[in-house]
Every structure is written in C-alpha cells, then in structure tokens.
C-alpha cells in the first residue's frame, strides 16, 4: 500500500515549525490555502497568517522569515498546482481526487499530519521529522489515515 502521509508529535515546542517540517520542499511552487493558522508573536501579541490564500513566493516569504517568539498552534494549510485549483476539501476521498498535493494539519502546537501526493515530497517530510527527533513518527496509506476529516 502506497504511503499518503506521516504523522509525529512535537514534545517540545519551538520557533520555525514550518521550517522544520518543509525544508527541502519547494513551497514557492504552490499556492496555499490557508482555512485555519494561529501563528502568534508573544513579544508583539499579533499573529501571522492573515490572508486565505498565499502564492508560492509570499508563503516562502511567510515560512522563510519567521522571527523567534513566534509559535504556530493550529494549521489547516493546503497546497495546490494554481490559485483556480483551490478549493475547499472536508474528506480524504476529496483530497486523493483534487489537485491539491500537500495537506498540513498541525494541533495544540504539537500533532502534526501531513499528506503529500508526491511520495519524494513525503519522503523528505518524513525525513526532515526523524532529523528534528519528533516522536511518535508513523508513515500511514489511505486504509490507516489516522483522521476522520481533512480540515480542523
């Protein structure tokens, strides 16, 4: 059975998730969906993230100058091929027959799913998690998805 996703846990947090869980892949080459993200400066009391929608360079942008002090506690953030491809997607039938190729969900700052269509993509996903020394950290294929949803 082909992988879909990996899920982990976070034991402890820390700035730059987002860079920790996408290093390698190339983000400025997707539009993002934004449905839910609290990234929250406790020097500044301001979040982050206040658009739907990014293009690929901005959401680099977003991803690539974090600042510390910044900590994400939930994200529901999808990537797509073109911003026309954008859409809303509730379940994993929906997601596997979209376009969209990446479905970020993290929670409480520390449970984390993530699907990627390209199995290079969630090789380096799965990689980047194991290097971090996240917990808990479980490939799953469609039969074994651990969520009842794909939003928050």
């Not at 997707?30 to 658009?51: K, P, Q, Y």
């Not at 901005?58 to 797509?80: C, H, N, R, W």
């Not at 026309?84 to 596997?96: A, M």
Request: hydrophobic share 35%.
């Amino acid at each position: 059975m082909k992988p879909i996703g990996v899920s982990f846990i976070i034991e402890r947090r820390g700035d730059f998730i987002l860079q920790d869980l996408l290093h390698g892949v190339p983000i400025e080459n997707f539009h993002w969906g934004i449905s839910m993200c609290e990234l929250f400066s406790v020097a500044l009391n301001e979040t982050r993230f206040d658009e739907s929608y990014y293009n690929g360079n901005d959401f680099y942008e977003m991803v690539y100058q974090e600042t510390p002090g910044y900590y994400l506690s939930l994200a529901d953030i999808k990537a797509f091929p073109s911003k026309k491809s954008i859409i809303k997607i509730t379940t994993l039938e929906e997601y596997l027959n979209s376009e969209c190729q990446i479905a970020l969900f993290i929670i409480d700052s520390k449970y984390i799913d993530i699907y990627a269509k390209d199995i290079k993509t969630l090789q380096q996903i799965d990689k980047n998690a194991q290097n971090k020394g996240y917990a808990e950290i479980e490939c799953f294929t469609k039969e074994t998805d651990p969520r009842t949803g794909m939003t928050l």
